[in-house]
């Protein structure tokens, strides 16, 4: 009801009141062709929107080639954008350009396929079911960090990605594909360089040219489609009745549509999910860990809630309430390193951008890493302290958004969510992490915002911690924040 009276105020002020600036009124750079923007942007993209949101306000008009450009810098504006006006909007550049990978999945999908294949999709991620797979994630996640050494060198990225896409694997296709996790991440990386030739003006036309780079995308669909296909193949062989995600939608595609085609948006769907349901989780977590190793009272406060609540039990479901700091501190890391870390959207038809009115076929963005890190809604912004989510504020509410907002919003939410929160406990409660003198974590914001450069980190087992903690603090009281 909200939603419906803020659209048909902002329908009213789209149809001629005088408190609607025109275009030219819109603060941003000049840039009469767009081609610096675009260049900028590529470039450097955190770095150019960090200039344009301190520079220019909270709506930032600028030009990228021909297409009319704005960045929304605040959460009246984001609900505005990503609630509001959602019927008016499709996927942004990257995700159509993403199509010639990704086919028509959940990440590039337009309406009305988009809600049909949502609400397909959907009962694999009821609470219920992701319950029933927090046991894999508690036990893989075990099964992960019980092969490493005391004083081994790990690359924590590397590490998350594989034992994600193992989580993956297993619950939502009822089949482990870990073993790919090497060709998985190349082709995952090379599928992120599509984004550095998005922003090129005129870069729709340069996608259909025997370009190096062009082949090289050629060759990571094929890549992909000899995994999904082949898990698609032997599901088929072995029967659909399984409740994992890849039996449910064979059983459904299949009752509704040609085989072949059904098939084909099986595999649309299936590698979206992959793609989009270990990488962005892999990142998060290894950023969370990078965090933690710098702050040990907060990994401390962990293993001592893990203690308290599970016990020597596994940690699972039943638990995952429970753990309130561990998701605070994961949501907190998930605030200064969002996973996604920039939201765009093409509008279909003009529509208002608070006193502006943006044309039809302008690009809209909202960028999560820089609402994050924004001091008017959060205090003390570029420090890590988890203990800010002790307060469900609603000032948040639109500044705060890891997973997306509106009919768009992540539908894995509450799985990554879980897997997060279960796996730094388990890794926790067993390690402590320990940064190397030169390990830095450089961001590479492509699709995702992911660590440029290998999370070098050493690994000590918690429980000598622990023995030397409790010696010095009598009745062995945990560290406090």
């Not at 599970?310 to 890391?333: P, V």
Request: charged share 25%; glycine share 6%.
């Amino acid at each position: 009801m909200a939603v419906r009276v803020a659209a048909v105020c902002f329908e009213q002020r789209l149809e001629g009141s005088t408190s609607v600036k025109p275009l030219q009124n819109v603060p941003g750079p000049p840039s009469r062709l767009g081609i610096s923007a675009a260049i900028a942007f590529r470039r450097s993209p955190l770095t150019y929107l960090q200039h344009l949101a301190e520079t220019y306000g909270d709506v930032v008009h600028f030009r990228l080639g021909w297409r009319q450009a704005f960045l929304l810098n605040h959460p009246d504006l984001v609900q505005e954008f990503l609630v509001v006006h959602a019927s008016r909007q499709v996927r942004g550049p990257v995700m159509q350009r993403g199509r010639a990978v990704m086919g028509e999945g959940l990440l590039t999908s337009e309406e009305p396929l988009h809600a049909q294949q949502r609400r397909l999709i959907q009962p694999a991620f009821h609470r219920e079911q992701i319950g029933r797979f927090a046991d894999v994630m508690g036990e893989y996640a075990s099964n992960a960090c019980s092969r490493w050494r005391a004083g081994e060198t790990i690359d924590l990225r590397k590490e998350m990605m594989s034992l994600t896409l193992a989580i993956l694997g297993k619950t939502l296709f009822d089949h482990r594909i870990d073993e790919d996790a090497g060709e998985i991440a190349e082709a995952v990386s090379e599928l992120m360089s599509l984004v550095n030739i998005v922003f090129v003006p005129f870069s729709q036309y340069f996608m259909r040219l025997p370009l190096p780079g062009m082949r090289r995308l050629k060759s990571v669909r094929e890549r992909f489609d000899r995994l999904i296909y082949g898990l698609i193949e032997e599901k088929l062989r072995s029967g659909t009745n399984g409740n994992d995600l890849l039996s449910m939608l064979l059983q459904h595609q299949i009752a509704e549509q040609e085989r072949g085609q059904a098939i084909r948006q099986v595999r649309d769907e299936c590698l979206t999910i992959l793609l989009a349901g270990h990488e962005t989780i892999a990142n998060a977590l290894t950023c969370a860990l990078f965090l933690l190793a710098q702050h040990p009272q907060h990994a401390e406060r962990i293993r001592a809630e893990v203690s308290q609540i599970a016990g020597a039990k596994d940690i699972n479901a039943e638990h995952y309430e429970q753990l309130l700091f561990t998701r605070h501190a994961l949501a907190e890391s998930m605030r200064l390193y969002p996973p996604v870390w920039i939201l765009g959207r093409a509008i279909k038809q003009a529509c208002s951008i608070g006193a502006y009115i943006a044309p039809e076929n302008s690009i809209l963005f909202a960028s999560q890493y820089l609402l994050h890190r924004d001091p008017r809604f959060f205090h003390d912004p570029d420090a890590f302290h988890p203990d800010r989510f002790l307060a469900n504020s609603k000032a948040r509410q639109f500044a705060y958004f890891p997973f997306g907002l509106g009919p768009r919003r992540c539908i894995g939410e509450g799985f990554a969510l879980m897997e997060g929160a279960l796996v730094l406990g388990t890794i926790l409660r067993r390690w402590k992490v320990e940064l190397l003198p030169e390990t830095k974590l450089v961001l590479d914001p492509k699709i995702t915002l992911r660590p440029k450069f290998p999370v070098l980190v050493t690994v000590k087992p918690a429980q000598e911690l622990r023995g030397a903690v409790d010696e010095h603090r009598p009745g062995g009281v945990p560290i406090s924040a």
